[in-house]
């Protein structure tokens, strides 16, 4: 038997001239997966599916198992129709199926709308930091990516309508990244930035990223309520945080159906499997159950929120599951000081700052204890500049 590495001793430079060009040097997506007590590094819903829903999960893959021969239903009508009665629920905006699009997770629909609207020779732009996921999709779909900024009276991590408008004149990009609530940070937008955005920049497409907006404070609008008056709007979701669904890999989004239809000419047939499919509507069916926790993650959001204040380690207000907080001499040291106390938090490449996810009380409280527990060094001296850094990895 041969193996592939044999006899091969340049295989390394071999393929790093075979590599696309624009994507020499270039480092892939890696939260890292470590084995360790307390997982509070990728936002993950850290209630495991109840018992109910395994049950209907089961059974709804069992019911598809012996049509595997057959291609999945290439239009995932049922599960747009399921779909679009749960996005109408939640958001109080009467959403139809043929408004809905659906892809093997958020990642995937995000992905559709840059190979349909951004692309080669095709400008997109973010206001960084936000979810790290945008400029890599929009370059390996081989769009030029604007890194645009963030700042506003109220922090660093505000943006602020005029300013946003000011960069999307200045870039004219075809694809504008808004996030909201906002991954590192975890603020939801105010609508009217959205707003000012869509009349500033009729011909470019819109997306917001709503991934977490299950976990949105009170008197939170979603960007749905302004669809029926801009057509190249994008609303994101995802089953991953909220649903406690991760990895059944099932994102969503909803906009004019000419937008959704326009989707179709780049996605692969059949890019949703008959399993994803069940697995999708038996969650939605039984969304009572899995979305239980999500008011009990929100306390325990709040609760890190008002202890790491106390601490001495700055919160940024939250609308998600997770918590984005400064105050920390050195935010790689502070993140390997928590990881040996068996705590895995994110760093999320932002200067002085981590983020943690809001898991259950008692991951909360020992990453609470662990924080309290971090040796003085640890603590940024107030006397010290606190530059935020850019080149976030969310
Ligand atoms: C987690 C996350 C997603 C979700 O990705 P999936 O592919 O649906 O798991 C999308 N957007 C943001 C901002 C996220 O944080």
Redesign the pocket.
């Known amino acids: 038997m041969t193996t592939i590495e044999a006899g091969v001793t340049d295989a390394a430079a071999r393929v790093a001239r075979l590599l696309r060009e624009d994507l020499r040097g270039q480092t892939a997506y890696g939260a890292p997966q470590l084995d360790v007590p307390v997982r509070l590094n ?2 993950e819903n850290s209630y495991a599916v109840p018992p109910d829903v395994v049950a209907a999960i089961t059974s709804a893959v069992g019911g598809c198992a012996s049509e595997l021969n057959r291609y999945p239903d290439r239009e995932f009508t049922a599960l747009r129709e399921d779909l679009a009665a749960w996005l109408t629920e939640q958001t109080g905006v009467a959403v139809r199926a043929d408004q809905v699009w659906a892809g ?5 629909v ?1 992905q559709h709308v840059v190979q349909a609207f951004a692309g080669p020779g095709r400008v997109a732009l973010g206001f960084t930091p ?2 790290s ?1 945008h400029p890599i999709i929009s370059r390996t779909m081989g769009s030029t990516w604007v890194d645009g900024h963030r700042g506003g009276p109220s922090g660093p991590f505000e943006i602020t309508a005029a300013d946003v408008v000011a960069q999307v004149r200045e870039s004219a990009p075809h694809v504008v990244f808004l ?1 909201s609530p ?2 590192p940070t975890g603020t939801a937008l105010d609508l009217a930035v959205v707003r000012a955005v869509l009349d500033a920049a009729p011909d470019t497409v819109v997306v917001v ?1 709503e ?2 907006a299950e976990f949105a404070r009170p008197g939170t609008p979603s960007a749905v309520s302004l669809l029926a008056a801009y057509p190249q709007l994008v609303v ?1 979701r ?4 909220a649903f406690a669904l ?1 990895g059944g ?3 969503y989004l909803v906009a004019a159906p000419e937008m959704v239809d326009a989707l179709r000419l780049v996605r692969m047939p059949y890019h949703l499997s008959s399993p994803t499919q069940a697995i999708a509507r038996a969650a939605l069916a039984h969304r009572a159950s899995l979305l239980a926790e999500v008011e009990a993650i929100k306390a325990q959001r709040d609760r890190i929120v008002d202890s790491l204040a106390a601490q001495g380690f700055p919160p940024v207000p939250s609308d998600a599951n997770f918590v984005l907080f400064g105050g920390l001499a050195d935010a790689a040291r502070a993140w390997e000081a928590l990881l040996a106390q068996g705590v895995l938090v994110r760093d999320v490449g932002i200067a002085h700052h981590l983020r943690v996810t809001a898991g259950t009380p008692e991951e909360t409280t020992a990453f609470l204890d662990a924080m309290a527990g971090l040796p003085g060094e640890h603590r940024l001296d107030p006397h010290q500049p606190s530059a935020v850094s850019q080149g976030a990895t ?1």
Do not use: V
């Open positions: 990728t936002n093997n997770g958020s990642n995937e995000l936000a979810y996921m996030c906002n991954n990223d991934a977490y994101t995802t089953m991953s945080k991760a890999r099932l994102g969310a």
